[in-house]
Nanobody
Framework: VQLQASGGGLVQAGGSLRVSCAAS????????VGWFRQAPGKEREFVTV????????YYADSVKGRFTISRDNAKNTVYLQMNSLRPEDTAVYYC???????????????WGQGTQVTVSS
């Protein structure tokens, strides 16, 4: 499975942005897909994950109520809708695919290249 993250950019605080994770490979629909982010000088942190069917999802407390993950297996794409963005959301956002619905980076087998999200105050 190869993943390509896109849709990042510069947005003002309080604004919205949607990033996408497009996948290649016939088995994409069998994987859970998570989003992680990494700010300069910080460790990569869990943001959200969605099950292979889209029926289950989990969020970090810091984004709960503001971010929404969804997937369209027919298009091999996972979306992350980010609303009410804050300067502290600034980071490189990575998507990853794995067999387990988890929040730990090491449990994911495939990673995208990341897309930069910058929120100005």
């Amino acid at each position: 499975v190869q993943l390509q993250a896109s849709g990042g950019g510069l947005v003002q605080a309080g604004g919205s942005l949607r990033v996408s994770c497009a996948a290649s490979g016939r088995t994409f629909s069998s994987y859970a897909v998570g989003w992680f982010r990494q700010a300069p000088g910080k460790e990569r942190e869990f943001v959200t994950v969605v099950s292979w069917s889209g029926g289950s999802s989990y969020y970090a407390d810091s984004v709960k109520g503001r971010f929404t993950i969804s997937r369209d297996n027919a298009k091999n794409t996972v979306y992350l809708q980010m609303n009410s963005l804050r300067p502290e959301d600034t980071a490189v956002y990575y998507c990853a695919a794995g067999e387990v619905l988890a929040g730990t980076p090491k449990t994911y087998d495939y990673w995208g290249q990341g897309t930069q999200v910058t929120v100005s105050s």
